[in-house]
């Protein structure tokens, strides 16, 4: 198969599915066409193979050598995208009687909020909801008698991000599907992990979980088998068959990362296009970041412009530059760049240059 | 990109994930690389773009054309496979303090049972089980009390098929993950239909309903919301990120079928390649099909060798011959030859050679 060969050049900001490194996107194209000289397509091959239980336990590995994950923890590679994991996470948390405790920061918080309640009591500790949260609260207490507290650690829509994670006296669950793998965390303080694939792990269609196995099978609850995360766990991610290709894409995917040097390389990487891209939206008289600066996502910058008669110039701008994708969510407007893990340095410059741009002829 | 050159020539009776159309994964190799001259992978596109919102479009459009899915139904692309429709279609049809009804046909009917037994009162109808489950049980009576009556259509395990759908007073619900699309079905018969798509649909990953609008919301379940299809159906399919790339060559392989001339060419073909190998069981006096006769599958025939001493040779035989996946399942032994849509007849030829060989050499 020819490399390569775009028919134009695309600067791709989308908030999710997103940009993945080209090489990635090569291999999987070739595996669509013959997997390993197998005579076989990954998409014809049974999931029982050798040749494809090799790549799921690879995924899974990267994923513990990624994030070192520590002894006792488990690494699922399961469907259902993170808004199955709000259901899921309180059906393997949250006693029968008990309660859950939650921040809610936004649209996906307020989503594992909703799941919860369907189950039990939920006590939200804490809520930036005021000023349309675009602000990470402080200062609240963690109830001890909960059974866990959740936190969403990044927020995709208005563009705000934990950067430190609270001392948490009970089991931490955290929905990371837009910030893991760009950052060091510390696997360790957190009870379970959970995150759809498609924004720094791989294309849409997996969910990973990471799950520390001591803290599992507390519930009382008869839990369905496909949520059920012990069941998951003694069936090595395969209780029924797995998305295959969605899968394989995001082990090579995070192969490229380790390749790349790992999460403290793409790390200093993200840092330094969040540094340019807000280093910009501070200093560009034209445009104001809508979020508390301590507070200010690295995978999401959200932004607006200070006067809204530009709008059209400015979009007929980025969009001619190659541009892809920084319109805000629908349910905030502005804008919003969204800057994972493959986005190249090179991407926000341009958007930079068209900032600066706007500024020359306004 | 090139056309495929595969390294070696293998005839794929996986029994699923399964044997797909080779321009299927040409066009889904293409779709890696750039997707209709976006200057995008497939990969790392919005699912809100309207180039995939398309593309669920048409998949849903395919399945009801190819159907003749009758206005008043729905047609969804979920995940989770049918282990989570096991739970999701007890969850949307059993009222509280309800009951469903079951047949038990084998493995993937047990399972059902299973999850619908954590929701709340099970009453199995019939059960083949004192057999193996070598026979579709038949005769038995359908309480008018019960939410319900659940079949799974195909047994891809044990080999046998529903080749008459029993007229049903209460709503019918049904697992066709193994044999959707493989023969003409009459969907007004049923409320529900489900069915993972890694046999005649596409590749794993995507699980597709198709659900009578009117039948739902009865239950007086508080449903989560990833399992609740009057929602689902409300968002167009995509209450959250669907998973992109498996819908896109479930769509692909729709087209397929479509341009072979639907599913009755396609069931016309089937019954051929059905016909060819039981006629080879049934003549050859080395081998025996272990499944009542009126109850064979057309989509997973199974059989014996009489003599296990043969077996060393024959294995041998049929994998020098390029065959591929007609080991039994773990579970019963033997032999199943899965013969799904895109297995051409040469395949089947090619083993029914092979059997003749065998004899020739005994």
């Known amino acids: 198969m020819s490399n390569i060969t775009m028919t134009k050049k695309v600067h791709n900001y989308s908030a999710g599915p997103c940009i993945l490194p080209a090489e990635v996107m090569q291999k999987a194209a070739e595996a669509c066409i013959e997997f390993n000289g197998s005579g076989l397509s990954l998409l014809e091959m049974s999931h029982r193979s050798s040749a494809?239980?090799?790549?799921?336990?690879?995924?899974?590995?990267?994923?513990?050598?990624?994030?070192?994950?520590?002894?006792?923890?488990?690494?699922?590679?399961?469907?259902?995208g993170a808004s199955?994991?709000?259901?899921?996470?309180?059906?393997?948390?949250?006693?029968?009687?008990?309660?859950?405790?939650?921040?809610?920061?936004?649209?996906?918080?307020?989503?594992?909020?909703?799941?919860?309640?369907?189950?039990?009591?939920?006590?939200?500790?804490?809520?930036?909801?005021?000023?349309?949260?675009?602000?990470?609260?402080?200062g609240y207490t963690i109830p001890s008698d909960a059974d866990y507290l959740h936190l969403t650690t990044n927020n995709t829509i208005f563009g705000t991000q934990f950067h430190d994670i609270p001392s948490c006296p009970i089991p931490l669950i955290s929905d990371m599907s837009s910030d893991i793998?760009?950052?060091?965390?510390?696997?360790?303080?957190?009870?379970?992990i959970y995150a759809g694939a498609q924004k720094n792990m791989g294309p849409a269609g997996s969910?990973?979980?990471?799950?520390?196995?001591?803290?599992?099978?507390?519930?009382?609850?008869d839990i369905p088998s496909m949520l059920d995360l012990p069941l998951q766990i003694s069936k090595d991610?395969?209780?029924?068959?797995?998305?295959?290709?969605?899968?394989?894409?995001?082990?090579?995917?995070?192969?490229?990362?380790?390749?790349?040097?790992?999460?403290?390389?793409?790390?200093?990487?993200?840092?330094?296009?969040?540094a340019l891209l807000y280093g910009e939206v501070d200093?560009?008289?034209?445009?104001?970041?809508?979020?508390?600066?301590?507070?200010?996502?690295?995978m999401n910058p959200t932004f607006v412009l200070n006067d809204e008669a530009l709008t059209a110039r400015w979009d007929k701008m980025w969009k001619?530059?190659?541009?892809?994708?920084?319109a805000g969510h629908r349910s905030v407007g502005g804008y919003r760049a969204s800057m994972y893990n493959a986005?190249?340095?090179?991407?926000?410059?341009?958007?930079?240059?068209c900032m600066k741009e706007l500024e020359k002829g306004a």
């Open 84 to 138: 199955l994991g709000f259901y899921l996470s309180a059906m393997n948390f949250m006693k029968k009687d008990g309660k859950g405790a939650y921040v809610n920061t936004g649209t996906w918080a307020a989503g594992a909020i909703k799941e919860a309640k369907k189950l039990g009591k939920v006590e939200v500790l804490a809520s930036s909801e005021d000023k349309n949260f675009s602000y990470i609260p402080k």
């Open 52 to 80: 494809f239980v090799d790549v799921m336990e690879k995924a899974r590995a990267l994923v513990k050598e990624l994030l070192h994950v520590p002894a006792g923890y488990q690494v699922l590679f399961l469907q259902g």
């Open 207 to 221: 969910t990973v979980y990471i799950v520390k196995e001591d803290a599992l099978g507390k519930t009382g609850r």
């Open 283 to 298: 200093r560009n008289p034209l445009f104001k970041g809508v979020v508390a600066t301590e507070d200010r996502s690295l």
């Open 343 to 353: 986005l190249p340095l090179e991407s926000v410059q341009v958007l930079v240059n």
């Open 320 to 326: 001619e530059a190659g541009i892809s994708g920084i």
């Open 181 to 192: 793998f760009s950052k060091t965390i510390d696997v360790s303080k957190f009870d379970l």
């Open 237 to 274: 991610s395969m209780y029924n068959t797995p998305p295959v290709f969605p899968i394989y894409v995001a082990m090579l995917n995070l192969e490229w990362l380790k390749d790349f040097g790992g999460v403290p390389a793409i790390q200093k990487r993200n840092e330094a296009k969040a």
